[in-house]
């Protein structure tokens, strides 16, 4: 093997080992199991909170359910990252079976040189093949092929140290592999486990929702009564809004810049949805329908209210034994947020975006929840597809 096929295949070892090192997609893989894993504790630390009201409710089965959605595509993004390090395996064991392959041809083709040193192996014999030389030129030529050999011969040692080095590298580098694939497959079980934990939690929790599906329908119940109130509260807003005639221009442009905003708005509080938007059938308990014009948000950590948007407080709404709530108008389009304890603002006040409304309050479980809605005139949005991706 030539030198220079040597120098090109340690080169491309490297080569190739930086690629296996630098995908990108393994990062990508780190990041989102992370963002799955601040899901997962951000769910249960509001799951703690849940558990102290000492009865199951619906807002606890939201929780349960959003983090058994977390669990399976966190164990799904282990799987994809122990395909990868398979592959990674693979392509490790090929490259030390190729660099072992070339380290014993270029030890062999070393041998080769020690044994034509070992003939000519003393100082007089090599002086005597310059001076046996038939003139000048040839002895210079003669006297360059030694010095060439002996260079070769350094180098062919220094390749050989350089390649068993390399090697060594590689094969460490394959333990740490493996090491690491081994610490996925402890940390998939484990997720495992909790997946099946949680879902004996669902079943217990959902059994307890049906053991009192009288009183949660009682509950809902009351609980519709009050949205229409909101509803009422809400389209008297509205109507007071539309004596006043067309928007100006400056009302105008704030509504343009409000629709480009979706999917871009900042949440209310920082939080999970609990409450999804529009009417339907709730999955596990046959008979009871769930009504929401907006969305339920438990929040994470604190209970500061904020509006998402420009505009103009349009009404400060209290409802008795119900809540209080705040709806800011932005053009044809109203953010209503219900459900509070403290109110910071007042009628007609104009407020930005992050402006503090006010306080969270407590839902009729005695637990943290906001009710957020959008509306455009009197027709409901999903909030949903208005607030941005968390």
């Not at 199951?56 to 929780?63: I, P, V, Y």
């Amino acid at each position: 093997m030539s030198i220079s096929k040597i120098l090109f295949f340690l080169l491309l070892s490297v080569s190739i080992s930086d690629i296996a090192i630098g995908q990108s997609d393994p990062k990508k893989l780190e990041a989102k199991k992370k963002a799955i894993q601040k899901q997962l504790k951000e769910t249960n630390a509001l799951l703690s909170t849940t558990k102290k009201n000492q009865k199951a409710t619906l807002q606890e089965l939201e929780l349960i359910k959003a983090n058994l959605g977390a669990r399976k595509e966190l164990i799904s993004t282990i799987r994809q990252e122990i395909n990868q390090i398979d592959e990674q395996i693979e392509e490790t064991n090929d490259i030390i079976s190729s660099m072992q392959s070339d380290l014993k041809n270029l030890k062999d083709e070393y041998a080769k040189i020690i044994v034509e040193s070992y003939k000519n192996r003393s100082k007089y014999d090599r002086l005597m093949f310059i001076l046996a030389s038939d003139n000048f030129n040839q002895a210079y030529k003669r006297y360059k092929y030694l010095q060439q050999y002996i260079e070769y011969r350094q180098q062919q040692a220094s390749l050989i140290q350089e390649s068993q080095t390399n090697l060594n590298n590689k094969v460490e580098q394959l333990t740490q592999i493996k090491n690491k694939k081994l610490g996925l497959l402890q940390n998939k079980n484990s997720e495992k486990k909790s997946l099946d934990s949680e879902r004996k939690k669902q079943e217990e929790t959902i059994n307890k929702l049906k053991s009192k599906e009288g009183e949660l329908k009682d509950q809902l119940k009351k609980k519709q009564k009050e949205l229409k109130k909101l509803d009422a509260a809400i389209k008297k807003a509205i109507d007071e809004a539309n004596k006043k005639g067309a928007l100006n221009k400056a009302e105008v442009k704030l509504m343009a810049e409000f629709e480009k905003n979706v999917g871009k708005l900042p949440w209310p509080v920082s939080g999970k949805i609990t409450g999804k938007f529009g009417r339907q059938q709730h999955p596990d308990l046959p008979g009871i329908y769930i009504d929401n014009d907006g969305i339920n948000i438990t929040p994470i950590s604190g209970k500061t209210v904020k509006a998402v948007f420009d505009g103009e407080v349009t009404m400060v709404v209290i409802i008795p034994n119900a809540g209080k709530g705040v709806l800011v108008r932005h053009g044809k389009y109203i953010s209503v947020y219900f459900q509070m304890d403290e109110i910071n603002v007042k009628k007609g006040q104009q407020v930005t975006t992050g402006t503090v409304l006010g306080t969270v309050g407590n839902n009729e479980n005695g637990l943290p929840e906001l009710r957020f809605e959008i509306r455009k005139g009197k027709i409901a949005l999903n909030p949903n597809k208005w607030l941005r991706k968390m």
